[in-house]
Each structure stands twice: as C-alpha cells, then as structure tokens.
C-alpha cells in the first residue's frame, strides 16, 4: 500500500535531505495521492570519509514511492540542487523540469552519465503555471549567485506552498529580471499555507547587497593595479562571470577564462542566452604575450581545492601562468566555513611569491546568494505566509529563521529534520511522522552507505595503519611457518624489534589456542586481530586495522 493513501486528505512535506545540514537538498511534497520532489542535490565530503568526493541524500523512502512520484522540479543549476540527479534518478525513473540554463547544466550531467536518452527533461518556461500530476507548478524568477535561481509556487487541492529555493533580493542583478515584487505579492494576495525558504545567511541582519556595486567597486579596485590581475570565483556565479567582463572592458583588459567548469559554464550560458556581453577571450596559450597590465585572468578555485588553477598558479606548477611580484589575486567569493586552514595555506604561497591578496574581508569584493534578514522580512511582506518551515541550513540557521519568522508576526512555524512528514494546513504545522533518511557516498564509481565498511575500514587506516598477517596450518592444524606480516601506516619503532615483537605475539596466541578453535577461521582471525592490536598499543601507541589470511595445507605435516 502506497505511503500516501492513508494521507489523501492532507498536504505534506517531507524533507529527505538539506534540513540540518547546507547542501544535498531533496524535498518532496505530498497531495491527493502523488508526491513531486523539489531539487535533487548532492554535497562534497569531508575528512570523515577519506577518498569519497560526493555526498548524496539516501533516496530508499522515495524509491519505494516511485510509482507515486510524479516528477522533480529543480529550482536552479546549483549542485547542491542537482548534483544528485545523475547517480539516483536511476531510482525514481520520473521527468525532470528546470528552466532552460539549469536544463543545459543537467543535461551535460546526464549525457556523462550516460542516460540522456532515457530521460525526459522538460524546459519549463518560468512565471508560466504548468500541471505536473495534481500539482500546479509556477517558477517565479529571484535573483541568485548563479543564472536563473527559482522559487516554485505550488498549488494544491488543499492550498498553495512556497518553496523560495535559493534567492537574494537585487536591485542590480547583472543578469535576469529585478525581483519581482508584483509576482510576489500577487501570490501573496492569493493566499500562501506555508514558505519554505533558504535559510543560509540568517545570521545577517542587513539585505544580501547588489551585484553592480560589487561591479563598481571591483572596476574602482582594478583601475588601480598596473600588474597581471587573477579574480578567482564559483564558475557558476554567471552573474560574476559578466561583471569580471564588464571590469575587463572598463580597465581596457583583454579576458582569460580558465579551467574546465569556467569553460563549461560558458557553454552553457551562451547555449541560453547568456555571457553575450564578454569582451573578446584570450586563449590561455597567449597570455603571456600580452603586458600584464593589459589582461584579467579569471579562474576557479576560490575556495583553495588543490587541483584548481589558482592553487596550480600558487604552486608554479600551472603551464600558461605564473605570477610574480606586484601581481594581485582577487578572491571574489565568500570563505566558506571548513576551508579557512585550505585557503590560508593558498594566501601563505601566493603572499611569498609577494603577491598582492585581497579577499572579501579585505575589500567589497562578494556579495551573498542568499538572504539576509532584511530580504527575508520583505519577502515575508510581500507572500504574506500563514505559516514558515525554515530549510537549507544546519540547525542553528533553521531555529534562527524559525524565530526571526515569529518576531516578525507569523507564528506557525516548525523546525523539520530530514525524515520528518509535515502536515501543512491553514490550522498550521504538524509533524505526523518521520520516515527513513540518511546519506549515501559516491565511492569511486559505486554508490554505498555512508556507514559502509569500506569506508570505516580505510578511516581507520587512514588514522592508524594497517597490519595484514599471513598464517599457514598443516594437516594437524599446527603452524607450518612462521608467520608473515605486512605493515602499512603503523610507526615501527626499531623495525626488527617491533616486526619480530608483533611475529611472536601473533604466533604465541595461535599456539595458545586449542586445535579445535583452530580448526575455525573466524576464532583464528580474532586471536590473531587481538594479538596484533595490543602488541602494537605497547609498542608503538596505535591501534592498526587488522586482516589475516589463512591458508590450510591438508597435505602438509611437518
Ligand atoms: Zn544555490
Ligand atoms: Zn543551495
């Protein structure tokens, strides 16, 4: 029986992922039997899992309710709102709807993935309501750090929700419509159950800021450096991309694009009706034939990620650039919170080449995608919601949105964790039930459990080493050679004295044992684990992971 048919009467909200955590967004809403999912995205990995990029939201609940999946609009081309979409959308087989720029972004993911033909994605035309099952669906345009942000206004048989997606209030976008206010408030006038919104710069009081001051003030900046400039940013800030243009044009340097996604992108906004306005680009091959005064380099790695041309740049290791002194690199993005240590490190090579670094904290140089408490309480003018479930964010930004939202006189709110089903209703917010969540890991090309013992097997390696030791049993199920060991990661000490030490222990515990429990791998396998271990705890202080291999000659006696 399907998940909702006990439900038919009510309007839900079910956040899989993006609820208690910023990235990996997957939402799903629920009416008169069908579901429709909000974004599809993924999240990068930290130290915890050591060799595994991708973090994906655990799609198990959904692809159960696959035959009552309707479809999945994505708000925008983030990969915190698509990026899952190639490695799970096996799982739901639905279409997909996006606006063109972010269809064109998806597409290129699905045709990597090697499933374009399979899909079908509709390009959605945006303020145009559409049916998708029982729901109807409009994209309204609000400005954001990437080309076509979306929120999505969704009505049902038992009202209409907002779901704002990501968004910023800007007077001065660059690229797409100023907000529009009318839609807004016209929506508004309709009446609006609930807001689901972004709540990633809550802790700001004041408005996001304008994209064409970050463009004057990054000309003003420019106009004044007489050496080769480097602006480093997300590729995907397309709004950026044609402000470095506009600073090229106005300081009379030509423009450089480099790295793989700025290429990408490129693709893609020209595709859409995008980066027309770039002054004629330079290949990076001629860079060095033009005086340093005379060109704007532009490239990706804003956040430190060592593989990225900056950090190249940094390390003197990049073919067509090098930077020398008196040369400025302009980090036009924010620091995000976890690359601090990643991004000092770039500063500290780029400062001994004497190069000039200027960061948000230096100079206006970024402004925010997201929404400061200031647009936040516009916004709520404007739609006028009954009601405001906070999402995108950790906790702390959730219960802040959830209490500013009350402060400013609209009292339902409710904080949702991922798993949660939210009955959503002109009486208010009420959590009904929480189903199965979780995360998955992109592992090399496999999807597993985050908590898979692949992972936990090379944490712990990866923190204490890693001891493999080989035992060979005769036909009497005594030990026919000494044993043999291979040591990975673990401090050795004096290397004879700890190899032999570890040897005799584990040889000791075998003999120690009775020749029935000998007879069992698993009980060898522990004897022997617990040898290695805590001969290494003595010897050397650490705890190793431990494999051993047995191998059993019947036709040996010795
Ligand atoms: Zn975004
Ligand atoms: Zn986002």
Same mark, same amino acid.
């Given at each position: ?33 069908? $579901? ?130 990501? $968004? ?391």
């Amino acid at each position: 029986m399907s998940y909702l048919s006990k439900y038919k009467e009510k309007l839900l909200f079910l956040p899989i992922g993006g609820s208690g955590e910023i990235g990996m967004n997957l939402n799903l809403y629920g009416c008169d039997g069908k $579901w429709v999912m909000v974004d599809c995205g993924m999240m990068f990995a930290d130290d915890y899992t050591p060799g595994v990029d991708l973090i994906l939201p655990d799609p198990s609940f959904v692809e159960e309710e696959q035959e009552d999946l309707v479809g999945i609009l994505l708000t925008h081309g983030h990969e915190d709102h698509i990026g899952a979409v190639p490695y799970l959308w096996e799982r739901f087989k639905c279409p997909l709807y996006a606006t063109p720029f972010t269809a064109e972004l998806v597409m290129g993911k699905l045709r990597e993935a090697g499933i374009a033909d399979e899909v079908t994605l509709h390009i959605v035309e945006a303020k145009k309501a559409f049916d998708i099952g029982p729901f109807k669906a409009t994209y309204i345009p609000l400005a954001h750090s990437t080309a076509e942000g979306h929120g999505i206004a969704l009505e049902t048989s038992k009202g209409t929700v907002f779901h704002t997606g990501d $968004w910023k209030l800007d007077q001065g976008p660059i690229i797409g419509p100023e907000c529009p206010s009318s839609a807004l408030a016209a929506l508004g006038d309709k009446g609006v159950l609930a807001l689901v919104g972004d709540s990633t710069n809550v802790f700001n009081e004041h408005s996001s800021g304008s994209e064409a001051d970050v463009q004057a003030n990054l000309i003003k900046l420019v106009k004044d450096m007489n050496k080769r400039v480097v602006i480093t940013t997300f590729a995907s800030n397309v709004a950026r991309l044609e402000t470095i243009g506009a600073v090229a044009k106005a300081t009379g340097r030509s423009l450089a694009l480099m790295g793989r996604s700025m290429q990408r992108i490129l693709a893609a906004g020209r595709a859409t009706g995008y980066l027309k306005n770039l002054p004629t680009l330079v290949d990076e091959a001629y860079i060095d034939d033009i005086p340093k005064d005379k060109i704007l380099i532009a490239c990706t790695g804003c956040q430190g990620e060592p593989r990225a041309a900056i950090a190249r740049i940094a390390r003197g290791e990049h073919k067509a650039i090098s930077l020398a002194e008196g040369d400025t690199v302009i980090f036009s993005s924010k620091i995000i919170p976890g690359n601090e240590l990643t991004l000092g490190a770039l500063f500290n090579a780029l400062v001994e080449k004497k190069v000039n670094v200027v960061t948000e904290k230096d100079a206006f140089v970024h402004v925010s995608g997201h929404p400061g408490r200031a647009d936040l309480r516009q916004m709520f003018e404007w739609v006028k919601p009954q009601s405001v479930i906070p999402v995108h964010g950790e906790r702390r930004h959730l219960e802040r949105h959830a209490a500013f939202a009350r402060e400013v006189g609209i009292k339902k709110t409710i904080v949702p964790q991922n798993g949660d089903v939210i009955e959503i209703s002109d009486k208010g917010l009420r959590r009904i039930d929480t189903v199965p969540t979780g995360r998955l890991a992109r592992d090399g090309s496999e999807t597993v459990p985050i908590n898979d013992i692949n992972i936990a097997e090379r944490r712990r390696a990866s923190l204490s080493g890693f001891i493999t030791v080989s035992l060979v049993f005769d036909g009497k199920d005594k030990l026919a050679a000494e044993p043999l060991l291979a040591i990975m990661g673990v401090p050795r000490g004096k290397d004879d004295v700890f190899y032999d030490e570890l040897l005799e222990a584990v040889e000791e515990a075998v003999e120690r044992m009775s020749i029935k429990s000998r007879r069992t791998d698993f009980d060898v396998e522990e004897v022997s684990r617990i040898a290695v271990r805590r001969c290494c705890r003595k010897l050397v202080g650490k705890n190793p992971g431990v494999a051993t291999l047995i191998t059993r000659r019947r036709d040996m006696e010795l």
